[in-house]
């Protein structure tokens, strides 16, 4: 019997022709990165032509410097003896000559501009260049990996992440920058914590552009529209002790002042009945957890943990597609990674071959990625999606169509009513945020301009390993499913009844570090009528 090796015991049970293994399984928790990788090769190209403007600049100046020394001590020599030097009529010949004609050549060569080259590939390369929207989004991509993995600002600033293979910092001037367009969002959470973090490395004496005054002045701003009056004054006087003249400052001076002794007398009157009710307030606030906090702490690896009786009912094992033709001699790996709602993996199920293959037919084709719009039932950009996508038909490519009769030979389903193969590329910060795949009730125009009725199942290929983040995890149950290159997932969106099933609401968390890379396939309902039939439960 031919086996493959799992981190788990094993446990032998006869079924049909062979023996099938099983195992214990368990859990743990802008901008694209084809396109990024393109900027990097713009910039190595520039660089180029930057070097190369910098030796002409310096042949220049060579020859003018060498031009300068030797008339230098010629006019030496000269002004020593006019009458005598010039009686010699070749003198007489060459000052004439040098006058006229030689230094109107040197102020040629001093005009001449020897940034053409140079300026030329800056113009051709800067349509590609980012502009500030997509400068706004790095920063908030970084942002966004702050919140989601609890990293703190010197963290960030220092480099200091998991699985980086290229250290990199950042300085004061850059803790500005991010601060400010935090600053512009109104995010003033942050603004105090990237404000911070450049006033603390200026503290260390990092030198910088960066003026303490332009900082203090956002930070203590940021403090008090978080209600931290005491805070923001002290930050204050600092930012005076600088610059005493300071108009705002001493404005907002006055004005926390004023606010301060308004504040002492409302404390006055305050009464116990209202304190306890904040206390009750904040209990409340922390049993509660939301989506959001649920979805980050999957995120994090510090999801749900299966109780041990959950655990023995998932299992790995070869399957051969319900006795397939193609898989019955060559059955292929798969594992449960959770039970309800069923997920499984199917593992060495895409070669490097083909995902090669695949990410070169989509790169070309990569755009921001879009979702349906409930409201209108087209297709649209959103915030909470965040990565480039192309679409694949099975026609373009061999490749593309045996991808597709395998998603069709291993889930038993009809590939001919799915949509076309989706390849999606999340770089660092990418992330797709908590989703359904199926249409609800309150959306029946969903998938009306495909005529296939509702997205039955999802079928997910992992083309790529991710140093860091990027799990793919389900906040209803607190499932996590995590990147492994050549793998793919499977779950049913739908029970069979057509009714849809909540508990596949999941997300893709975002890439903290690497490049992540997948390829999914959604099945529809039409032409599973006899593949999978409905039942007279709502709920099976």
Not at 328 to 343: A, F, N, S, T, Y
Request: charged share 30%.
């Amino acid at each position: 019997m031919v086996q493959y090796a799992c981190t788990h015991p094993w446990v032998l049970v006869a079924s049909g022709w062979a023996l099938y293994p099983f195992v214990l399984n368990q859990f743990s928790c802008l901008l694209a990165g084809g396109h990024m990788t393109d900027l990097i090769n713009t910039e190595k190209d520039l660089v180029v032509s930057l070097k190369d403007y910098i030796k002409a600049e310096e042949s220049k100046l060579e020859q003018i410097k060498k031009w300068a020394e030797k008339l230098d001590q010629l006019t030496d020599t000269a002004t020593k003896d006019p009458e005598g030097f010039l009686g010699h009529p070749v003198n007489a010949f060459k000052l004439m000559k040098r006058l006229n004609t030689e230094w109107g050549e040197l102020e040629s060569l001093v005009l001449k501009d020897m940034s053409d080259g140079f300026i030329s590939n800056m113009t051709i390369q800067r349509q590609f260049f980012p502009n500030d929207e997509d400068q706004t989004g790095a920063a908030k991509a970084l942002l966004r990996l702050q919140d989601t993995y609890n990293l703190d600002t010197d963290t960030l600033s220092r480099g200091n992440l998991p699985g980086v293979k290229h250290k990199s910092f950042l300085t004061a001037e850059d803790c500005f920058e991010l601060g400010k367009i935090a600053y512009t969002e109104a995010d003033y959470y942050h603004t105090e914590l990237w404000m911070e973090q450049a006033l603390k490395q200026l503290d260390e004496g990092e030198v910088s552009s960066a003026d303490k005054v332009y900082i203090l002045d956002y930070l203590s701003y940021a403090v008090y529209q978080q209600g931290d009056l005491g805070k923001a004054m002290a930050l204050t006087r600092r930012l005076l002790e600088l610059d005493p003249e300071h108009q705002r400052a001493n404005g907002n001076m006055k004005y926390f002042e004023y606010i301060m002794a308004k504040e002492k007398e409302a404390n006055k009157s305050s009464t116990d009945s209202e304190d306890q009710q904040e206390k009750e307030t904040e209990v409340k606030k922390k049993d509660y957890l939301p989506e959001r906090r649920k979805y980050e702490m999957l995120c994090r690896g510090e999801g749900l943990k299966m109780t041990p009786r959950r655990q023995k009912r998932l299992f790995c094992r070869y399957y051969d597609g319900n006795r397939n033709p193609r898989y019955i001699l060559g059955p292929v790996k798969q594992e449960d990674e959770w039970d309800k709602p069923r997920i499984v993996r199917f593992l060495d199920i895409i070669s490097d071959e083909e995902i090669e293959t695949v990410k070169e037919l989509a790169k070309p084709r990569l755009s921001r990625a879009t979702v349906h719009d409930p409201e209108t039932g087209k297709l649209t950009t959103a915030h909470y999606r965040v990565s480039k996508s192309a679409w694949l038909s099975g026609y373009e490519s061999p490749v593309v169509s045996r991808i597709n009769t395998r998603i069709q030979d291993l889930t038993g389903l009809d590939v001919s009513t799915a949509e076309e193969l989706q390849v999606a590329n999340y770089g660092v910060g990418g992330q797709y945020e908590p989703h359904f795949d199926f249409g609800r009730k309150d959306e029946p125009d969903a998938f009306k301009e495909l005529g296939t009725g509702n997205r039955i199942a999802t079928w997910l290929f992992y083309m790529s390993d991710v140093s860091a983040g990027g799990a793919t995890v389900f906040p209803e149950v607190g499932a996590s499913v995590w990147p492994k290159k050549g793998t793919a997932v499977f779950w049913y969106n739908l029970f069979p009844s057509g009714e849809g099933d909540y508990s596949t609401r999941h997300a893709a968390c975002p890439v903290l570090v690497g490049n992540k890379w997948v390829s999914n396939k959604w099945l529809h309902e039409r032409g599973q009528e006899f593949r999978r039939p409905c039942t007279l439960s709502e709920l099976e």
